[in-house]
């Protein structure tokens, strides 16, 4: 099955309504970071996540909520995402992105990526992978 990348292919119709799915079910889990809000993180998550975090962690759902009291992203004025662009491949899409969080002792950058899979009319978060971004000299 081609990919789609969302936004730059015109006669798309599906693939771009799918497309603004990804974008704002990506301001949820944005949202639910942000919050520490373990209802998004149930309603978002596949029960099979991996989530690969900017220092080499691995961690599956449960594993992830679980040490979510202690993230920076608690901690931080704003947590912002910015460039993103969604490909959508058929009952996948994958998003990539530059996050950045803003406060005292929290600000960072990183670029990540992000699997949803369509299953049963639901998309779910199933991977995430997250590179952080060294601050220039």
Known sequence: MLCCLVHAAAGQAKDDRRGREIVRLEGEWRE????????????LLSPKLTFVGTSGSFRDKPGFIARR???????????????????????????????????????????FTHVWARSKRKWLLVAVQRTEVMPSP
Not at 32 to 43: L, S
Not at 70 to 99: M, P
Request: some cysteine; aromatic content about 8%; overall charge positive.
């Open 32 to 43: 639910a970071q942000q919050h520490n809000d373990r209802a998004g993180f149930e309603r």
């Open 69 to 111: 009291g202690g993230s920076w992203i608690l901690r931080a004025e704003a947590y912002t995402y910015a460039d993103l662009a969604v490909r959508v491949c058929g009952k996948a899409a994958i998003v990539n992105g530059l996050e950045a969080t803003t406060g005292a002792g929290v600000a960072a950058q990183a670029r």
